[in-house]
Structures are given as structure tokens and as C-alpha cells.
């Protein structure tokens, strides 16, 4: 169902100003963060940096953002906006034909999410000291903002956003079950199209759409090529479209819509990419490890993982990454190459080899991502129905200078729902495991093989996190 | 006809196992005590079990700064300062796991000052085991018919 043909919501897509007003929104809130991460109380549990960002907007991002919208955080996100306005030299309009700054193409090795890999890792490792520690958490925020604006210095379009920012890989990851896409209406029009002004910037291809005829969308002259890098041409999956619209107002044969689809319709043809099978083991990993060391009842734990810089913090950062880049991988390629059998013949009647290559595992791992998002589903719920009564009381007082702006700073601390949590967890983690093994069908299809081992392999960490987590 | 036979089959099977009572072997309550060092961020007896029924009795002592306890599900709570003892009594009457948790911001881990309580049998634990194993078994016994490559 194609949800641009509703005009209220075209204009509004299309609309620079609609877009521009929840982005100042976006920034102002984001620097105040900031801000009352470096200057509000040092109590976590009270300052609006940490209440805002660990409950607030991680509640939001994962329980309905990632599921319905995919990577609807990313198209207001006010992360990239300074170095992208920097880098176009203006706020509304496109950038001259002439760049401003070095305007460089990224790396071609580093094309990957790699490094979102890693700026994860990074963000994980330190996860204890950076959930509980307001001045760490406006530091890492500001850092991002500042990476952002240096990368738009340096290198085209939202270099940042695209291959480095820890958060955008693994939305991009799991948008792919989201139900909702941005796409082509009609592949024959992009392929005649001049000088894809989609990809290439209106102003870029010199496109003057008065001149055209019939008479094209007016606002195609104001577009500019697209941020993410990507030709929507060729868009087949959510990961690395970031939903930001410029195609949609640059297109000039109005070709480009928003569809609601059914859940996962991305994962019924699997990634071979060896850089996103890790993003899947990373996020399924790290949901495990933070059901057990934050909310299990194991003081040793967290006191590993809050020391930063101890011996104990070594182990603990050494078993995290074993358990993300050798265990649960080490344990899926087993399962798969164990009993790896194939069903289907080639055409010409020779059978398809027994080896799992790096194509057929990578594959595979696409069965971990819905599990993945209803793991982070599972483990959030708890976290955030616990805390959640912060938030009104970091309302009224976000910087801890004893304000009462709207009578609620001295709310009383109160979980919500616990009644209904472990039935909450159940459905999530148990939704999860259907989801992924009717994933892995698909995706055991795709490279004919048997989905058995990796619906075992999900139902066995399925156990697991339930046995974290109830 | 012989496949919506067992997928409603495999739905009424979910069903018993998400809804169904859970045996329990009955057991005759008792008062049980425990003492429980509180200290950043943990607590020294982190997971306590007990019956359904039984009579609990939580001495809670806080080793360096004001902890609390709080008891999920119960939403029952102590405090204590440092090197004082304070009491938590109430029976055990709904069966399940429970979290239970420093309610007194007692520093930066405080959100995650947590132990566990088990009255009973883990409830949810063993419906989400019935119910993932009866899912599994439907994958496996009705798979997803593979795409059949053929040759023109």
C-alpha cells in the first residue's frame, strides 16, 4: 500500500519546512542533553541526560521506532544536521555545483558497517559507566556531533551516518523487518531517467524541470542528491536508506513513494555481507550480556563492567567479544556445517555442495535478526518499565538545580506493569523465536540448505535469554 | 484440511501451556529468614527461593551507604542506613520469579542493584520453554516447502 498517494501526508514528506521544524526541535533537545549531561546532577538516576537518552528515547527507538518505522529515528535524528548544513552552505537549499569543503568520496575499503561494528563495541564495552554516568553520556553525545560535523568536512553526503554512527547500523539492520519502505514506483523510469537527480543533486545534473515536458514537480530543482549515498533506484532493502525524503522532493518524475508492507519483507532475500552477519551476532550477543550482567543478580558482574580500566573489566571485555566474535558465531557455523544437508538439486541434476562458505553462513544469520530486535524487545521492557517513573521527575527538574516545573520533581520512584513483564517477555521472546524460524525457512530456501541447525541454534539462545531474563 | 487439523491442534497445545494451572506439589509453609548484606551495588544473598505460602523474613543491612530493597510484583520495600538492620516481612503468596531491587539512589549502578526471588516454581520460565518447544516442533514438522528449481 503506497502511503504517499495520501496527499496530506505527500505535502507534508515533501514539505522543507515540516521537515526543518522538528529538526531545530530535534537539535535544541539534543544540546540541552548535552548540556545537562555536562552541567545537571551527577545522579543518574535524576538527570535528564540519562533519564532522556537510556529511558526515554531508547524506550521509544526499540519498542516502536526500529519495529514500525524502521529507520524512522533516522530521519530526525539531529546528529547530522550542523555538518550537513556546513557542508551544503545553506539550510534549506542545495549545495552550489562548486563544494565547499574537501568533498571527498569515502574510502572504498571502509564502504561497509565495519567500523558501526566496532563504534558499537566500543559504546558497549564501556555501557555500564556510560548508562549510569551523565557527564560520559553528554561527552559521547557531543563527540558524535562534533565526528558528524568533521566527517561532512571531509568526506560527501552523511559520511557519519552512513559508516560510522554506532546507532544507524543496527536500526539499518533490523529496518529490514520494519513495515514500512522507502522504493522506486517504477524501475523503467529511473533507468531512462537524465543524470539521476535523485543520486546526483537537481543543481548538480544541471536538471531545470520548467524546461521539461510534461511540466515534473516543482520542488525538484531545490533537491539534492542523496545523503545516505544510495541511488533509490536500486534500493531493495531498508538498511542504508535513511528514510531523510530528499529523493522524494528531488525526484523530478515524482517516481519515488513510501509503501507499507508486511514485517521482514527485506529478509525473505538474505545478505551475503560478512560485515552485517556480525551486526546480527553483535546485537543477539549484546541483548544476552546485558540481560545477565545488568539485570541478573550477579554483583561480581556489574562491578566488572562498571571498573573501567580493572583487571576485572579486562575479563569482562575479553568474554563480551569472545561471546559475540567467537562463541555465538563460532556455535552457529557448527550447527550449520554439522548438519549443513542439502534438499534441492541443480538443475542439471548434480548435487549442491555439503561446505558452508562465507555466502551460505552470512545468509543464515539473517534467521538472527528478528530475534535479535524482540531479544533487545525483551530486555528493554524490563529496563525501561522499571525506570520509566525518572522520566517525570527529570522533567520537571532536567538539571538537577532543584526547579519543579511541572510539580512532578518529587515523584516517587515506581516500577510500572511488573505484573504484566514476564507474560510481556514471554510473547516477545517466544514471537521471536516463530519469527526467526520462519526467517530461516526463508533463508534456507534461498541458499538450499536444511533451516533445522539454525532454528535450533535460535531456539537454544532463545533459552538462554529467557532463562536471563524470567 | 490435514494441515489446519494440527496447526489448530499446535494452537490449542499453546494455549494449555500459556493458561493452563500449574501443578504444584503442596508444600507446607514455613517462616524462613534471610539476611541480606546490601552493599554497591549488590546484594550478598542475591537470589532467595521459597514457597508458595511460606513466611518470609528479609533482614536487611546496609554495609556502606542507605540501601533499599524493593520487591517487585509485591511492591513491598525496605530501607536501611549504613550499619543498621530493618525487617522485611510478608508471605509468599503469589508464585513466580521476582525481581527485587535497591529502591534509594545509592550510586551510579544503583538502577541495577538487583537480586531475585523465587516463590515456587519459575512460572513464566517453563510456559515460555512449553510454549518455544511446541513452536520449534511445528517448524520442524510442517517446513516451509523449499522452492523447486527446474530446468527449461
Redesign the interface.
Known amino acids: 500500500m503506497e502511503l504517499t498517494r495520501l496527499p496530506f501526508l505527500k505535502s507534508a514528506l515533501k514539505s522543507r519546512y515540516s521537515q526543518l521544524a522538528v529538526f531545530i526541535v530535534m537539535l535544541v533537545g539534543y544540546i540541552f542533553v548535552i548540556l545537562a549531561g555536562l552541567i545537571g546532577t551527577p545522579v543518574g538516576s535524576h538527570n535528564f541526560s540519562i533519564v532522556f537518552v537510556w529511558i526515554a528515547w531508547w524506550a521509544i527507538l526499540i519498542l516502536v521506532a526500529v519495529p514500525f518505522f524502521g529507520r524512522g529515528w533516522c530521519a530526525v535524528c539531529p546528529i547530522p544536521l550542523p555538518g550537513e548544513w556546513l557542508q551544503r552552505g545553506a539550510v534549506l537549499n542545495p549545495p552550489d555545483k562548486k563544494p565547499r569543503w574537501l568533498n571527498l568520496r569515502w574510502p572504498k575499503f571502509l564502504r561497509n558497517i565495519w567500523l558501526q561494528n566496532i563504534s558499537f563495541l566500543l559504546l558497549a564495552l564501556f555501557s555500564s559507566v556510560l548508562l549510569t554516568t551523565p557527564n560520559i553520556t553528554g561527552i559521547v553525545l557531543a563527540a558524535m556531533l562534533f565526528a558528524a560535523i568533521g566527517l561532512s568536512m571531509i568526506f560527501e553526503r552523511r559520511a557519519f551516518c552512513r559508516y560510522l554512527c554506532p546507532v544507524g547500523g543496527f536500526i539499518g539492520l533490523y529496518s529490514q523487518t520494519a513495515p514500512i519502505e522507502l522504493r522506486i514506483k517504477d524501475k523503467q523510469v529511473c533507468v531512462v531517467c537524465d543524470g539521476k537527480p535523485c543520486y546526483n543533486g537537481a543543481s548538480t545534473v544541471g536538471l531545470d524541470v520548467q524546461r521539461l515536458n510534461p511540466p515534473l514537480s516543482a520542488n525538484s530543482n531545490t533537491g539534492y542528491g542523496c545523503p545516505w549515498d544510495v541511488f533509490p533506484g536500486g534500493l531493495t532493502k531498508n538498511t542504508y536508506c535513511g528514510l531523510c525524503m530528499e529523493c522524494i522532493r528531488t525526484c523530478p518524475h515524482d517516481n519515488i513513494a513510501i509503501n507499507l508492507r508486511p514485517f521482514s519483507a527485506d529478509l525473505a532475500k538474505p545478505s551475503t555481507r560478512l560485515d552485517e552477519a556480525f551486526k546480527a551476532f553483535i546485537m543477539l550477543g549484546s541483548a544476552m550480556i546485558y540481560a545477565g550482567v545488568l539485570l541478573g543478580p550477579w554483583g561480581a558482574f556489574k562491578d566488572a563492567a562498571y571498573n573501567v580500566g580493572t583487571s576485572a573489566w579486562f575479563i569482562y571485555a575479553t568474554i563480551f567479544l569472545a561471546i559475540i566474535f567467537a562463541i555465538l558465531p563460532g556455535f552457529f557455523w557448527l550447527m550449520i556445517s554439522l548438519t549443513s544437508r542439502p534438499f534441492a538439486k541443480h538443475p542439471f541434476g548434480a548435487p549442491i555442495g555439503r561446505g558452508v562458505g562465507v555466502r551460505k553462513f552470512a545468509s543464515l544469520t539473517t534467521a538472527l535478526i528478528p530475534l535479535g530486535l524482540m531479544f533487545w524487545v525483551a530486555f528493554s521492557l524490563s529496563f525501561v518499565l522499571t525506570n520509566a517513573t525518572y522520566i517525570l521527575a527529570s522533567l520537571s527538574d532536567p538539571l538537577g538545580l532543584g526547579w519543579n516545573l511541572f510539580g512532578t520533581a518529587n515523584a516517587v520512584w515506581q516500577p510500572m506493569l511488573t505484573s504484566i513483564l514476564a507474560p510481556a517477555q514471554t510473547l516477545a521472546l517466544v514471537g521471536g523465536l516463530i519469527w526467526s524460524a520462519r526467517t530461516a525457512q526463508k533463508a534456507a530456501n534461498e541458499v538450499k540448505v536444511s533451516s533445522v541447525p539454525v532454528v535450533i541454534y535460535c531456539f537454544i539462545t532463545t533459552l538462554v535469554m529467557l532463562g536471563l531474563l524470567l | 484440511m490435514q494441515s489446519r487439523f494440527f496447526l489448530l491442534l499446535f494452537v490449542m497445545a499453546g494455549l494449555v501451556v500459556a493458561f493452563a494451572p500449574f501443578p504444584v506439589r503442596p508444600i507446607a509453609p514455613q517462616e524462613r529468614t534471610f539476611r541480606i548484606e546490601a552493599g554497591q551495588?549488590?546484594?550478598s544473598s542475591?537470589?532467595i527461593k521459597v514457597n508458595p505460602g511460606d513466611t518470609v523474613n528479609i533482614q536487611l543491612v546496609s554495609t556502606d551507604v542507605v540501601h533499599g530493597l524493593?520487591v517487585?510484583?509485591y511492591?513491598i520495600s525496605i530501607e536501611a542506613d549504613p550499619g543498621q538492620t530493618k525487617t522485611l516481612s510478608f508471605v509468599a503468596d503469589k508464585p513466580?520469579?521476582?525481581?527485587f531491587?535497591c529502591?534509594v539512589?545509592c550510586g551510579?549502578?544503583?538502577?541495577?542493584?538487583?537480586?531475585?526471588l523465587s516463590v515456587g516454581k519459575?512460572v513464566?520460565?517453563y510456559?515460555?520453554?512449553g510454549?518455544?518447544i511446541i513452536?520449534?516442533i511445528g517448524?520442524?514438522k510442517f517446513?516451509?516447502r523449499?522452492?523447486?528449481?527446474?530446468?527449461h
Open positions: 551495588f549488590a546484594y542475591s537470589e524493593y517487585d510484583g511492591d513466580g520469579s521476582f525481581r531491587r529502591n539512589t551510579a549502578m544503583h538502577p541495577f542493584m538487583i537480586g531475585k519459575k513464566w520460565f510456559r515460555s520453554i510454549l518455544s513452536a520449534i517448524f520442524l517446513p516451509r523449499p522452492v523447486l528449481i527446474t530446468a
